[in-house]
């Protein structure tokens, strides 16, 4: 199946009209619901598998963010076989008081996994958090780029976000199926 075609597929269960608030603060008056992609067992697998062809050969260790970075960083790792962390949005204040859940990050490659990248705020929040506990990271990929300034805001901070789509490439093929 090609990427037009899992496009496709996500705007048909995820994409959402009307007025919405993003985590930016901005008003967009489209949405994609990744949880609706997200819980759909089916389609997280195609995501995950289209996904796995980003993985720098590098990594060792795939990290999630919390929320909706974590069913699919768990998707890739099941379709690579790297192990995966799971990042919280601030550390634990009990039990472990850890940040980064499952696999070790210290002295290790990681792959930042997110799912739907705006501005890209909190990808450069929870990378700085990672790296001051000494992980390794110089990618971000995830599964949709809003082409809002998410990548020009993790530049600044020597990431490179790659997409396994962006607006445009849903909304390309979206328009070719009309």
Do not use: N
């Not at 608030?21 to 949880?35: M, Q, V």
């Not at 997280?44 to 062809?53: G, I």
């Not at 997110?114 to 790296?131: C, F, K, N």
């Not at 971000?140 to 809003?146: H, K, L, S």
């Amino acid at each position: 199946m090609s990427r037009a075609d899992l496009a496709r597929d996500i705007h048909r269960i995820a994409h959402l009209t009307g007025t919405f608030t993003l985590r930016s603060g901005r008003t967009a008056t489209e949405y994609f619901d990744k949880y609706r992609f997200e819980a759909d067992p089916q389609l997280l697998q195609r995501v995950a598998a289209a996904m796995a062809e980003l993985v720098p050969p590098e990594t060792e260790i795939l990290a999630g963010l919390e929320m909706g970075g974590i069913p699919i960083a768990t998707a890739l790792s099941r379709e690579t076989g790297l192990p995966a962390a799971f990042v919280r949005k601030k550390a634990k204040e009990y039990g472990t008081m850890r940040l980064a859940e499952g696999a070790e990050v210290e002295g290790r490659r990681v792959l930042v996994v997110e799912d739907v990248v705006t501005s890209g705020g909190q990808v450069v929040i929870s990378a700085g958090d990672l790296r001051e506990r000494g992980a390794i990271i110089d990618t971000v990929v995830c599964a949709i780029d809003r082409q809002a300034g998410g990548a020009e805001a993790l530049a600044e901070i020597g990431l490179t976000l790659t997409p396994l789509l962006t607006r445009d490439d849903i909304a390309q093929a979206v328009d070719s199926d009309r």
